[in-house]
């Protein structure tokens, strides 16, 4: 299984107990939907080689993840595994991702460009938008006559016909 099919969910901050546990603080980016399906999780070791591991329970304790794997009983089998990467093959959307905008750039007409603030004004999310070269920040709605595209994966929205904005 390639690495680009598995979704960065966290890394595992601290044991939990004596019995193996593991806490694993979600990236700020994951929102959970249901976790009572997961069975398998997966942990990047330091040469980035993915290591499955078969989940025996997982509970959310505030806003960690508690996790007891099946191959490991005592708290001295998982301390190996502190500050390590943890991954999960998203097939049954037990996670989401929240994609926070402030940390999207912008294009329009060449010129380029940063999101400083968004906003939701009950009809539509808004973005601040901060242009190379421009002094002064203006909101723009993400309506299709403001946006040409955004792509979630580079984080870059396109815009359009924004004169009357600024």
Do not use: C
Not at 80 to 89: A, D, H, Q, R, S
Not at 104 to 109: E, I, P, T
């Amino acid at each position: 299984m390639e690495n680009k099919n598995l979704l960065s969910i966290g890394k595992i901050v601290n044991t939990f107990g004596i019995k193996g546990a593991v806490k694993i603080a979600l990236e700020k980016s994951i929102e959970v939907n249901d976790i009572n399906g997961i069975k398998l999780l997966f942990i990047e070791n330091t040469n980035n080689v993915i290591i499955p591991k078969q989940v025996e329970s997982i509970s959310m304790q505030k806003s960690h993840l508690v996790v007891y794997f099946k191959e490991h009983n005592h708290i001295n089998e998982v301390e190996i595994f502190k500050g390590k990467k943890v991954k999960y093959l998203n097939d049954n959307d037990a996670f989401s991702i929240f994609y926070d905008l402030t940390y999207y750039s912008v294009v329009y007409n060449k010129q380029n460009g940063k999101v400083i603030e968004t906003m939701f004004n009950g009809n539509h999310d808004l973005v601040k938008v901060l242009l190379e070269n421009e002094e002064k920040a203006f909101w723009v709605p993400l309506v299709d006559v403001y946006t040409n595209n955004i792509d979630d994966e580079s984080r870059i929205i396109t815009l359009k016909n924004i004169e009357g904005l600024k």
